[in-house]
Nanobody, 115 residues
Framework: QVQLEESGGGLVQAGGSLRLSCVGSGSTFSININAWYRQAPGKQRELVAIISRGGSTNYADSVKGRFTISRDNAKNTVYLQMNSLKPEDTAVYYC?????????WGQGTQVTVSS
């Protein structure tokens, strides 16, 4: 099994930046895909960015050009660099890992962007 722990959330002004980290432990060698999701109050959880073990990435249209997902396999860590943050980016951000059979989730980290 894989366990995930996020960090790096906080309060930032619009236009600012944050970097989220997600550290994996357990059977991390089996992870094929990592992703970041977010859930704003009253809304469904949505996919923000995804990265394969080989480094291929994809992004939600709402964050393209502003967010960058990356991974350091040696450190079992996935990052989400968030630039030019907007108030509508306010949400709880969750790290996700998929090994082809099951999915693991972190506990979430709050990101609040003030206008």
């Amino acid at each position: 099994q894989v366990q995930l722990e996020e960090s790096g959330g906080g309060l930032v002004q619009a236009g600012g930046s944050l970097r989220l980290s997600c550290v994996g432990s357990g059977s991390t060698f089996s992870i094929n895909i990592n992703a970041w999701y977010r859930q704003a109050p009253g809304k469904q959880r949505e996919l923000v960015a995804i990265i394969s073990r080989g480094g291929s990435t994809n992004y939600a249209d709402s964050v393209k050009g502003r967010f960058t997902i990356s991974r350091d396999n040696a450190k079992n860590t996935v990052y989400l660099q968030m630039n030019s943050l907007k108030p509508e980016d306010t949400a709880v951000y969750y790290c996700n890992a998929y090994d082809g059979i099951s999915t693991a989730w972190g506990q979430g980290t709050q990101v609040t962007v003030s206008s």
